[in-house]
């Protein structure tokens, strides 16, 4: 067990788990394990059997697939408090992304194999697992969404705001985004050439927007790349 982490205290925590009798929790929590993978880890790949979910205690993970010439979408990012995998978890299939480490993390794992029977017998649960279920839909569809109908600097845009978010921290002339990206991932994830991501960053730069040095991004007016 990670030093100084608490199982129960991180599942309690979850909206999934939070009506739960003490007994109940108790019980959940005796089936799960500590896994503790080292940053760029592969959790798992597209097709591999779905077979547990995970609880991030700490660090960051994303979800993404691949194109067949390698380009890589980042469907979803991760941080503490936050499960995954949930959906191989309850219906057996193959996975449908691969997930990876950003940072060192450490993962509480729910295997199917408890799981389902617990979710049988905890109709709360049940109900509130279809709730995740619906939020991960609906982050789908804008994603989907921002394909078909944004410009590419609207995708660009609302990316680098979802980043903030995620991962950013304020400091003196903005927000920062603790990540480091290269200019071909920003591309990847809002499906944008190199050249268009590099032409569009340094547009905004000249701006006010946004300022990066080695692949690390400062944010210096989130309420008007919030409006583009």
Request: glycine share 8%.
């Amino acid at each position: 067990m990670p030093e100084g982490k608490d199982k129960r205290g991180l599942l309690a925590d979850l909206d999934l788990f939070r009506k739960l009798r003490a007994d109940e929790l108790d019980r959940l929590v005796a089936f799960t394990r500590w896994t503790q993978p080292k940053a760029r880890t592969v959790l798992f790949r597209k097709s591999d059997p779905g077979t547990s979910m995970m609880v991030l205690s700490k660090g960051r993970v994303k979800v993404c697939t691949h194109s067949e010439d390698g380009k890589e979408l980042v469907l979803n990012m991760f941080g503490p408090g936050d499960v995954f995998g949930e959906i191989a978890l309850l219906d057996g299939s193959p996975r449908t992304a691969d997930a990876v480490t950003i940072d060192d993390c450490e993962l509480l794992v729910l295997d199917r194999r408890d799981f389902i029977p617990f979710l049988l017998e905890h109709s709360d649960a049940s109900v509130r697992m279809l709730e995740v279920l619906t939020l991960r839909l609906r982050h789908t569809t804008q994603l989907l969404e921002d394909v078909a109908f944004r410009e590419g600097p609207s995708r660009l845009a609302r990316r680098l705001v979802d980043l903030a978010e995620f991962s950013g921290r304020q400091v003196e002339n903005g927000v920062f985004v603790d990540m480091a990206l290269s200019q071909q991932q920003l591309g990847n994830m809002v499906g944008m050439t190199r050249e268009s991501i590099n032409k569009q960053l340094r547009l905004w730069r000249n701006e006010g927007l946004i300022c990066w040095t080695r692949g690390y991004y400062t944010i210096t007016n989130l309420e008007q790349l919030s409006k583009i």
